[in-house]
DNA sequence: CGTAGCCTTGACCGCCCTCAAATTATGTGG
DNA sequence: CCACATAATTTGAGGGCGGTCAAGGCTACG
């Protein structure tokens, strides 16, 4: 089954070990399949239970009643939405699906079981969210500072680097499974710059999405031109004593490295 | 001490007993004071500890070596920052104050001895975790939906309501320590900009801000340009027996309560 | 083979940015 | 209390990125 890729995903970002992975297995319900454009979960309610993705891609929105859709995130496999009820929250944003997608269900008293066994599982989950706000504070600089070419880039690199996480990709290519409608929504642009974007990415050989299928031509230059930095992604990895910064110093060497990598600034998009 | 306002506040959103606040602040150390535009966090770096304001304002932001700095997040009375290290992450932004700021600290061995013996402020603090997500994705509209007129009129009531939870407004007005600069940067616009917003919400008679003092002067109008739904600030009643949803009905009832229910509740902005 | 949705491209417009300068707080020493 | 220096706010003129409206081409799927 594969609901233990996801959780096995799940965990080696979490650090969870075998006998937790399986108590949260236990806790799950079995997976069920949800058809596109589904929503999951919808804002101002109580969610009965929390869906961790086992495959797909589903989007959070915030509701704009008179505007267009913004969407706030995206969901991968892997990843969990809902969590909210575990704390006796109402939903501040709803929780469509992309494509068809096979989730499961974790109900709060199957949670409120898990984590009073399983403290190291409460962790997890709070590591989960912790990485989602950084992902959410990325997106503020993509809509508020990047350029459009750059929140692009951006947006790749970090779908590229999830869905790697996630076992989702081959060789430099991974699957989108949604429209360019659905990225504009992430970006905050109209569908029409967003295709006019695409085709800037693709002309200067960065990275061309076509039929739902990503295809990255230029790793580095296109982590240049969105000055991609994988740190906020916690990755496994990322707090294991491989970065070993604990005070001010290391982070002048981490930021200079990042400046260096910055030589061409405003100038990485070349024709 | 004023530091039991901060954690009396705290306690009011997340529903501490008493004991579970005494608890709390014996885990704090000693209030210091900390000087404006001083860095309290920084990215990329392990935080030693994490901090809980007590009096004054400070400011989340996400490097942008070359661009302007973007604000992710303001910190209030009775906000934490640094909650990262209790889950060994590096921090992904900087925190700087904005005001002068009196914050005790947090050692991750004192959470940790804390949230084994009450549970429940582990729960408080992953509940203000969940509400700063919201505020986040909310930010995330007013740079990307939302007209400059419409974001700062969001803000305004955010901040507003913020405040008055933490106690720190009197009648219709709240100090707002810092520069329109400062705004400009959580907004993702020009400090120009800005200035220019700011006397359109003055001329049209909503709000002024002067010498660091807002003034709401019209809360119905202001809210209404924002088009601000204070339920995902989610404060205290928000997660009450009195809105007992838990399917997609419900959510239509929710919003036709909410509306009704901003009435006279929401209504501390009279002038 | 037809239809519907998605993608692509063109022309024009407005919000916000940039650069620049004037005016007004804020704070400091005399 | 005043003179001065510095920072913050305010206003003007002009330009560009991305929005809007509209039409045509492509793809998927029945």
């Not at 509701?63 to 991968?76: I, S």
């Not at 707090?239 to 400046?259: D, M, V, Y």
Request: charged share 20%.
């Amino acid at each position: 089954m594969t609901v233990q890729l996801a959780i096995a995903r799940l965990a080696r970002n979490a650090q969870l070990s075998s006998s937790e992975q399986s108590a949260l297995l236990d806790a799950c319900t079995s997976p069920k399949r949800y058809e596109a454009r589904r929503e999951l979960l919808r804002e101002g309610t109580r969610a009965p239970a929390a869906f961790l993705l086992i495959s797909g891609v589903a989007a959070r929105f915030v509701g704009n009643p008179d505007g267009r859709a913004q969407c706030v995130g995206y969901l991968l496999r892997g990843d969990l939405c809902g969590k909210r009820t575990f704390l006796s929250l109402p939903m501040d944003h709803s929780v469509r699906t992309l494509s068809t997608v096979d989730a499961v269900s974790i109900t709060r008293d199957a949670y409120d079981r898990l984590s009073g066994t399983f403290p190291n599982i409460a962790r997890a989950f709070q590591r989960l969210s912790a990485v989602e706000a950084a992902v959410s504070r990325q997106w503020l600089l993509n809509v508020g500072q990047r350029s459009s070419l750059a929140a692009l880039a951006h947006l790749f690199c970090e779908l590229f680097s999830r869905l790697e996480a996630a076992g989702e990709t081959v060789q430099n290519t991974c699957r989108l499974p949604f429209t360019q409608a659905d990225l504009a929504d992430a970006l905050a642009i109209t569908p029409v710059h967003l295709n006019r974007t695409l085709m800037k990415l693709r002309k200067s050989g960065l990275a061309v999405l076509r039929h739902g299928q990503l295809s990255i031509l230029d790793a580095e230059g296109l982590r240049t031109t969105a000055r991609f930095d994988p740190l906020y992604l916690s990755g496994p990895g990322a707090q294991l004593p491989q970065l070993t910064l604990t005070a001010s110093p290391g982070a002048e060497e981490r930021r200079a490295i990042s400046l260096r990598r910055e030589d061409p600034p405003r100038r990485p998009l070349i024709v």
